[in-house]
């Protein structure tokens, strides 16, 4: 799938024109999907009042990558002003205006919503928000951008607009901050590991980084201290699943990061480069890989603290810290997957089944794997109702009794039936 729109197949000319710009024409087949009668209305719209209107960032990246794109953001040459009397004028709703402060505005067609961004450059910025200037140059919105590759536009006539390679470096696999990485990084630190997560994106091969680059993060890690823990927590979630996690990981402590994203000071980087070797083509979740960093329970609730992780998310973490050494294959069970189907037999742990699954992909137990995937939990056949019919009256004997049939229909491979088991019972 990859490269389908950077074969040779791309067609007409490409120039390099004013101001280093480069310009290609795409054939508006390859992304004729998005034209859906939304974007065709927003469009006319924007011809009407002789405005330009762009796909711009992640959405060009993806669309020149053959992927489709999640969120599609549009930018223009249109102020908020200019863009809410041609929405009023078209009676178009327009919702969500929390954006404007901005310049996006956000414009309801056909049931669908469009974001629509004015070209703007950043005047101000504190490492986390920016204050922003409207402008009509297409130059300077691509330059207050992250990365190369993310600071292109696509007209809808099909014209690539690239002024920093971000076509070329797409091409190349390479992932570069847009002029100065540094001064790119200052304006925002999360940029740090957005730069990584689309390493792993866009890299063929871990390691390929340019030294600016590197030396640039090293020197402004400290920046994402004051970033959100929930900001944190989605780029590293991806990042740990991405292509090349495990170089990604141990450049973040080689960098000097990890103190300032809530992992451990002492993170097992072998242990973390173990088990993405054995995970990483399993679908892990994040949390399974970035589970080999932790050494204890408590650096999981340092991390949380910082995090702010899904409850879910952390007692996944904690399963994994606490049981990957007691919950293992036994010499004395010929049937391997025993020790884990009784585990989740008696857990009281919710979800305990994927947390198992987790637990497998994480030791690289892939026979296991696919069978306790396919496994369902089988139900166990007796009830206290049914020992109260036997004549069983005392709330601990019936206890102490369940609990015994439970270990003798465990032991049949949860094969015995209710009469099978009620015969055990003495009266
Ligand atoms: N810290 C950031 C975040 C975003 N952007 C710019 O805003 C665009 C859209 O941002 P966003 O949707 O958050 O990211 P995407 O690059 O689209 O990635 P994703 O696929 O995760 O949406 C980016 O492409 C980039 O041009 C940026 O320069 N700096
Ligand atoms: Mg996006």
Not at 6 to 15: D, E, K, N, Q
Not at 251 to 261: G, T
Request: glycine share 6%; proline share 3%.
């Amino acid at each position: 799938m990859w490269s389908r729109l950077l074969s040779p197949r791309v067609s007409g000319r490409a120039s390099l024109c004013w101001r280093s710009l480069f310009t290609m024409q795409l054939k508006t087949s390859e992304f004729q999907s998005l034209f859906t009668d939304g974007l065709n209305g927003l469009a006319e719209v924007f011809e009407k009042h002789q405005h330009e209107l762009r796909i711009a960032g992640g959405a060009v990246r993806d669309l020149l990558s053959g992927k489709r794109p999640e969120d599609v953001d549009f930018a223009t040459t249109a102020t908020p002003e200019e863009m809410k009397h041609m929405f009023q004028t078209a009676g178009i709703r327009m919702i969500n205006n929390k954006g404007e402060k901005h310049g996006t505005i956000t414009a309801r067609l056909h049931n669908e919503s469009f974001e629509v961004t004015t070209l703007r450059v950043d005047v101000q910025t504190d490492g986390r928000h920016a204050e922003v200037e409207f402008t009509t140059d297409w130059q300077k919105d691509a330059e207050r951008r992250d990365l190369t590759i993310n600071s292109m536009f696509l007209g809808l006539d099909g014209t690539l607009y690239d002024y920093y390679r971000g076509y070329e470096d797409l091409q190349n696999r390479k992932v570069r901050f847009v002029g100065s990485a540094e001064q790119r990084i200052k304006e925002d630190y999360l940029r740090i590991l957005r730069y990584f997560r689309f390493y792993g994106r866009v890299a063929s091969e871990p390691g390929d980084h340019e030294s600016e680059t590197l030396t640039a993060i090293r020197e402004n890690g400290h920046g994402l201290g004051a970033i959100s823990g929930e900001r944190i927590w989605v780029e590293l979630k991806k990042l740990a699943v991405g292509n090349h996690a495990a170089h990604l990981l141990q450049l973040i402590y080689s960098l000097e990061l990890a103190q300032y994203l809530g992992l451990p000071p002492d993170g097992d980087i072998d242990e973390m480069k173990r088990v993405w070797q054995n995970a990483k083509d399993r679908s892990p979740k994040p949390m399974t890989i970035l589970a080999a960093l932790f050494r204890s329970p408590e650096q999981v609730e340092k991390m949380d603290i910082r995090l702010k992780v899904s409850r879910e998310e952390k007692n996944l973490a904690l399963f994994l810290v606490k049981y990957r050494r007691e919950l293992c294959k036994r010499e004395d069970e010929p049937d391997s997957l025993k020790p884990f189907t009784d585990f989740i037999i008696d857990s009281r742990e919710l979800d305990s089944q994927s947390k198992v699954c987790e637990l497998l992909k994480y030791k690289g137990e892939e026979k296991l794997l696919s069978e306790l995937s396919r496994w369902s939990i089988p139900r166990f056949p007796i009830s206290g109702h049914d020992l109260r019919k036997l004549g069983i009256t005392s709330g601990k004997e019936i206890g102490a009794t369940l609990q015994k049939l439970r270990d003798i229909w465990k032991k049949s491979h949860y094969q015995m039936d209710k009469d099978e088991l009620l015969s055990y019972v003495k009266l």
